[in-house]
């Protein structure tokens, strides 16, 4: 598998995560001091703590989806490892964060990392229950949400922009969902979109889940428009 990526965003990203974390905690303990010191400033204290909780979450979002063994970027390229060269994985270079350029279109990947339990309900709503989780998203962790709008809504995106690179042409474009925590259990019958744990999905794209080859020209086209140099991995 081939793999584009915009370097210059992932690290700024990062580097938001690591600061902006590292910031808000600071502020936050400068705050503390502050009360402790000048009770009377209160207009400061509160404003010092706002700030800091404002920037803990902010950073706490950008390291839940950019820092770690679960970064998303790295975690998707470890559950895709293996494809062949047929396949490209851009990743930040196009109006949907993940795409997967197939012999036969595009998969818009939706990448999730939350553990705990995630339930699809009958009634099209999104049920996630995980140990601690107030204190988790309190820190930063991601609220999952409902996955299949957030898909659709990428699809949208990336659909919209290849109209108007490619108007002459007709490119499949499907959205997919991956958790890639270990320890995420799934109840998701019945979900709108395709959800996988992990590495599963690559036997689904080989098989069941395999799109109709573009002609030779229509893919020709779709890569050099989408593409860019590449990693092989």
Not at 88 to 94: E, I, P
Request: glycine content about 12%.
């Amino acid at each position: 598998m081939r793999i584009i990526r915009n370097e210059r965003h992932i690290k700024t990203a990062t580097s938001i995560g690591q600061y902006g974390t590292l910031g808000g905690l600071f502020v936050l303990f400068a705050g503390l001091i502050i009360s402790f010191v000048k009770p009377e400033w209160m207009i400061v204290t509160a404003g010092s703590l706002g700030l800091g909780y404002i920037l803990s979450m902010i950073g706490g979002g950008f390291a839940d989806r950019y820092l770690g063994a679960l970064a998303h970027h790295d975690a998707l390229v470890g559950v895709l490892k293996g494809l062949d060269d047929q396949y490209a994985l851009l990743q930040y270079t196009l109006p949907a964060h993940h795409v997967l350029l197939e012999p036969g279109g595009c998969t818009v990947f939706v990448v999730k990392t939350q553990g705990g339990e995630v339930t699809y309900q009958k009634d099209g709503r999104w049920k996630h229950q995980q140990k601690a989780k107030f204190f988790r998203q309190f820190a930063g962790q991601e609220v999952l949400g409902a996955p299949d709008a957030e898909g659709a809504r990428q699809v949208d995106k990336l659909e919209r922009w290849l109209s108007q690179h490619l108007p002459a042409v007709q490119v499949p474009v499907r959205a997919v969902i991956i958790f890639a925590n270990p320890d995420v259990t799934l109840n998701v019958d019945g979900a709108p979109v395709p959800v996988f744990y992990g590495k599963k999905v690559k036997t689904w794209l080989r098989g069941p889940g395999k799109l109709k080859p573009l002609p030779a020209d229509v893919h020709s086209q779709l890569v050099g428009s989408c593409g860019g140099s590449a990693a092989a991995a």
